[in-house]
């Protein structure tokens, strides 16, 4: 409840404040990724990009890449979480078995691991 609160407290906001920035910047600059052009190069005319389209392409760049980047370092406890969910989807799959063998005793080991599992 507290995260969806927040979350729009922060959002909602920081959304209003993209909005106005981009309203604000619309007029053209021209973009140039070669760093030994020189002045006389940039300002010649040609065609523009509106200033805050180049703002949001950069932030959307960054955030993808912040999320392939997380992504890859969450590969090995996601490795790890498909281990132990096998593993325990094998053993529960074992112990249903055992339950379901016939001429077991109520009395045995499998009670008590009937109660071991009621601890969690």
């Known amino acids: 409840m507290y995260r969806r609160i927040i979350g729009w407290v922060v959002l ?3 959304c ?5 920035f981009a309203l604000a910047n619309r007029q053209l600059v021209v973009l140039n990724f070669n760093p030994f052009v ?9 065609y ?14 960054g955030v993808l890449l ?7 370092s969450q590969g090995e406890h996601r490795r790890r979480e498909r281990h ?23 009395s045995n080991s499998l009670s008590e691991v009937d109660d071991l599992m009621d601890l969690r």
Do not use: D, H
Not at 16 to 20: K, R
Not at 85 to 105: M, W
């Open 66 to 72: 912040g999320g392939v980047a997380t992504w890859f």
């Open 38 to 46: 020189s002045v006389e190069q940039i300002t010649a005319p040609g």
């Open 84 to 106: 132990w969910r096998r593993e325990a989807t094998a053993l529960g799959s074992e112990l249903e078995a055992q339950r379901k063998t016939p001429g077991t005793n109520p």
């Open 48 to 61: 523009g990009v509106p200033l805050f389209l180049v703002l949001y392409v950069v932030l959307l760049v």
């Open 16 to 20: 209003a404040v993209l909005v106005i």
């Open 12 to 14: 909602v906001p920081l």
